[in-house]
C-alpha cells in the first residue's frame, strides 16, 4: 500500500466516526491546513471540531497551524457566527444588547466615529431563563493584533478596530451565558497571537495541482508514519 492510499485509509477509518465530515473532505483539510501534523494530533483535534459540531467549509471553525522547535502545533479557532449558532442551539439565546465601545470606561457610545481605535467594547448577550444579560467586556490593547517587530495593527484590526473589539466582547458574553456550549471554543479574534495574519493558513476553496497535492500526501504521510525514505518508497507517482 503506498502512503497517498495510506493517508486515504486512515481518513475513511476516521470519517466513519465523525458526523460532518467525509473522508475527502478530511484528506483536503490535512493536507492543506493541517499540514505537516502528526496525524494522532489531527485526529484529536477533528474529534474536537466534530463534536462541537462545527464545520470549517462553511467557516464555522478554522485550523490554525504553527511550528514549534521544528514541530507543527495545529489547534482551532471558531468564528463568531460558530458561538452564535451554538448558543441559539439551546433554544434559550434571547439576543444582544449592544455593542458599545468607550475611550474612558466611563462614557460608552453606540457608534464608533473616532478615527482612533477605542479602548474597550461592551456587548450583553441575553438568556430567557436569566433575569439579568450577561456582559462581556473587551480591552482593545489585550486583544488587538500587532505586527511583533513595528507593533502596527494587523490587517482587519488595522482597517475596522472597533467591530474587531466588539467581536471580542461579543464572543465573551457569549461564553459567560452558554458556557456549557461554548467551553473551550476561542474565536480567531480573540487568539490572534497564535494566528500570525494567517501566515500558515491556506483557503481550501482554492483547487490544487493533483500531482503536487499526491507528493504533499506522501510526504506528510512518511513524517506522521514515521517512515524513512528507505521504507517508504519513492510513493508520489511519476510522469
Not at 473522508?23 to 494530533?41: F, P, Q, T
Not at 438568556?127 to 513595528?150: I, L, N, Q
Not at 464572543?171 to 452558554?178: C, G, S, V, Y
Not at 480573540?190 to 494567517?198: A, I, K, L, P, S
Request: aromatic residues 8%.
Amino acid at each position: 500500500m503506498s502512503d497517498a492510499e495510506k493517508l486515504q485509509s486512515k481518513c475513511e477509518e476516521l470519517a466513519d466516526e465523525l458526523q460532518l465530515y467525509t473522508a475527502n473532505e478530511l484528506r483536503r483539510i490535512y493536507s492543506s491546513e493541517a499540514y505537516g501534523a502528526k496525524w494522532g494530533d489531527f485526529d484529536r483535534l477533528l474529534r474536537r471540531i466534530d463534536r462541537a459540531g462545527l464545520d470549517i467549509f462553511r467557516d464555522q471553525a478554522y485550523i490554525v497551524r504553527r511550528e514549534d522547535d521544528g514541530e507543527v502545533v495545529i489547534e482551532f479557532r471558531s468564528s463568531i457566527q460558530a458561538l452564535r449558532m451554538r448558543a441559539d442551539s439551546t433554544g434559550k439565546y434571547a439576543g444582544q444588547e449592544g455593542p458599545w465601545w468607550t475611550d474612558d470606561g466611563s462614557t460608552w457610545h453606540d457608534v464608533w466615529l473616532k478615527d482612533e481605535p477605542p479602548n474597550a467594547a461592551m456587548a450583553h448577550v441575553l438568556r430567557s431563563d436569566f433575569e439579568t444579560p450577561m456582559r462581556g467586556v473587551a480591552k482593545f490593547e489585550e486583544y488587538a493584533a500587532r505586527y511583533s517587530r513595528s507593533g502596527d495593527l494587523m490587517n482587519m484590526w488595522a482597517e475596522m478596530p472597533a467591530h474587531m473589539i466588539a467581536k471580542c466582547a461579543e464572543a465573551l458574553a457569549i461564553k459567560r451565558a452558554f458556557p456549557q456550549k461554548t467551553g473551550g471554543i476561542l474565536t480567531r479574534a480573540e487568539m490572534h497571537r497564535d494566528d500570525e495574519d494567517g501566515a500558515n493558513q491556506r483557503d481550501m476553496r482554492e483547487p490544487t495541482d493533483a500531482h503536487e497535492e499526491t507528493a504533499r500526501d506522501v510526504d506528510v504521510m512518511n513524517d506522521a508514519l514515521d517512515l524513512s525514505p528507505e521504507e517508504s518508497g519513492d510513493g508520489a507517482p511519476q510522469d
